[in-house]
């Protein structure tokens, strides 16, 4: 039997918002289903093979109650995706921030309320003139160039911007691994709870405590997916602690309210697919 064939690379789109693109092609795997996890990123994929088909259950995609999207934009969410895992797959990735929707695809992501949305009814026909453009070049490299180049048209600098006080919250936040509470991220710009909530909510379609918490998951899978390219076996105990979550019991909670499974059985399905690079969204 053929060995599996998984290939990442990795990009820089050198735009500000962009926290990690990455490039993907596999072969040879075996058919299944593949978690698309929550993250504080919105995802933005174009598929360069068939089309990405995905539920919001398990029992969904074995039904056949599915979305199957060429070029896919995921607001943020707080469950898996399911994905069906073809034979074969390629594309393009993108982590973008949630603060930069707006001049990127023309509607906050508080908007996107559906679990995927098909780019070309966000971005027109460029982006599937973009997608055959970027099937037909040779490497990844002029790929990512190709992409840059339309995303620095696409950017719309007039767009009415998110409210300053919405990137001093999700700064706060950040710096602080997702640990601050709402009060105190509201003390910090200056607002109410209830208020900053009303406007997160209405930008992000999150609460600022969903945003904390997909903060911090964000950097647990960023360390087991390090840990792995460095050769290791994650403790999760460590990884809890150093991300600051309350205890190892507190990461499995969060774990299966993210992923639908436990930490050691999550990590068993994805093992190849964090040796090769995925879910790497750190910012470049």
């Known amino acids: 039997m053929t060995a599996p064939v998984m290939e990442f690379a990795r990009g820089s789109m050198r735009i500000p918002g962009i926290a990690a693109a990455y490039g993907y092609r596999s072969e040879g795997l075996s058919p299944g289903v593949h978690r698309g996890l929550p993250s504080q990123y919105v995802t933005f994929i174009i598929?360069?093979?068939?089309?990405?088909?995905?539920?919001?259950?398990?029992?969904d995609l074995a039904a056949g109650v599915t979305l199957r999207n060429e070029v896919v934009i995921s607001g943020l969410h707080t469950s898996p995706a399911y994905v069906r895992q073809p034979e074969h797959q390629a594309g393009v990735q993108l982590a973008v921030h949630p603060l930069l929707a707006r001049q990127l695809f023309g509607v906050p992501v508080g908007e996107l309320s559906e679990l995927t949305y098909e780019g070309a009814g966000l971005l027109g026909r460029g982006?599937?003139?973009?997608?055959?453009?970027?099937?037909?070049?040779?490497?990844?490299?002029?790929?990512?160039?190709?992409l840059r180049d339309y995303l620095h048209r696409r950017l719309d600098t007039?767009?009415?911007s998110p409210r300053r006080e919405l990137f001093g919250a999700w700064n706060h936040l950040a710096a602080t691994g997702g640990a601050a509470t709402a009060s105190q991220v509201a003390d910090a710009v200056n607002l109410s709870s209830r208020r900053l909530t009303d406007l997160f909510r209405n930008e992000?379609?999150?609460?600022?405590?969903?945003?904390?918490?997909?903060?911090?998951?964000?950097?647990?899978?960023?360390l087991v997916g390090a840990s792995l390219r460095g050769g290791h076996t994650p403790v999760f105990a460590d990884v809890a602690a150093e991300c600051g979550f309350y205890d190892h019991?507190?990461?499995?909670?969060?774990?299966?309210?993210?992923?639908?499974?436990?930490?050691?059985?999550?990590?068993?399905?994805?093992?190849?697919?964090?040796?090769?690079?995925?879910?790497?969204?750190?910012?470049?």
């Open 127 to 146: 982006i599937d003139l973009l997608r055959e453009e970027l099937y037909e070049l040779p490497t990844w490299q002029q790929r990512f160039e190709t």
């Open 204 to 222: 992000t379609g999150i609460s600022p405590k969903d945003a904390g918490r997909l903060i911090r998951f964000d950097r647990a899978i960023t």
């Open 47 to 59: 598929s360069l093979d068939d089309p990405i088909e995905t539920a919001a259950s398990p029992e």
């Open 249 to 284: 019991a507190h990461l499995v909670r969060e774990f299966r309210r993210f992923t639908g499974t436990t930490p050691t059985r999550w990590l068993a399905e994805e093992f190849q697919n964090l040796q090769a690079g995925g879910h790497d969204r750190r910012e470049k």
């Open 158 to 160: 007039t767009a009415q």
